[in-house]
C-alpha cells in the first residue's frame, strides 16, 4: 500500500481523528491533509470509492462505517479540479445513485466561496455545474431536489 492509499484509508475509516480538549469537534486530520494533497490521485480514490459503489449498491445501510465518506467525495472533487474534472463526472455518473446524490450534495461545500476566494484555493469547475444541471430533472426525485438545493447554494 502506498502514501496516498494509506492516507484514502486513514481518511474513510476515520483513523486519524483529533478531538480538542475545550471543544466537541472532532477534526479528521487526514481527511484534511487529503484535501490539501496536490498529486494527482484520482486513481487511488476512484478505486476505493468503486469499492464503496458495489457495497452500497448490495446494502446501502453500509454507508455509516465509511465514517470519512464527506472526505472522500470532497478530496476527489477537489483532486479532479486541479487535473481533470472531465474525467471526474464520467466517472461520477458510472456509480450508484446514492453516491451520485452525495457527490452533488457535497459540491457546494467543497466549492464554497467567501470573501472571492474558493475554500480549498481552486475554482469551481464548469463540468460540476453541468453534472448538477444534467440531474435537476432526475426521475429520482431525490436526487432531483439534491441538485436543485446544490444549484441554490452555489448561487447564493
Same mark, same amino acid.
Given at each position: 500500500m502506498n502514501e496516498f492509499d494509506q492516507l484514502i484509508e486513514?481518511?474513510?475509516?476515520? /483513523? +486519524?481523528? $483529533?478531538?480538542?480538549?475545550? *471543544?466537541?469537534f472532532v477534526t479528521n486530520e487526514s481527511g484534511l491533509e487529503l484535501l490539501r494533497c496536490k498529486e494527482d490521485i484520482l486513481e487511488n480514490l476512484e478505486?476505493?470509492?468503486?469499492?464503496?459503489?458495489?457495497?452500497?449498491?448490495?446494502h446501502p445501510i453500509t454507508?455509516?462505517?465509511f465514517i470519512g465518506l464527506q472526505y472522500i467525495l470532497g478530496g476527489y472533487l477537489v483532486n479532479a479540479a486541479r487535473h481533470d474534472p /472531465? +474525467?471526474? $463526472?464520467?466517472?461520477?455518473? *458510472?456509480?450508484c445513485p446514492m453516491l451520485i446524490q452525495k457527490f452533488i450534495a457535497k459540491i457546494p461545500v467543497f466549492f464554497e466561496k467567501k470573501n472571492?476566494?474558493?475554500?480549498?484555493?481552486?475554482?469551481?469547475?464548469q463540468e460540476y455545474i453541468e453534472l448538477i444541471n444534467s440531474h435537476i430533472n432526475s426521475e429520482?426525485?431525490?436526487?432531483?431536489?439534491?441538485?436543485q438545493r446544490a444549484l441554490e447554494k452555489l448561487s447564493s
Open positions: 486513514d481518511t474513510l475509516y476515520g /483513523r +486519524r481523528l $483529533v478531538s480538542y480538549a475545550d *471543544s466537541c478505486k476505493v470509492l468503486q469499492k464503496i459503489d458495489i457495497s452500497l449498491s448490495a454507508i455509516r462505517q /472531465r +474525467r471526474a $463526472v464520467q466517472f461520477i455518473q *458510472s456509480l472571492n476566494k474558493f475554500k480549498y484555493g481552486i475554482s469551481l469547475p429520482r426525485s431525490e436526487i432531483a431536489a439534491t441538485a
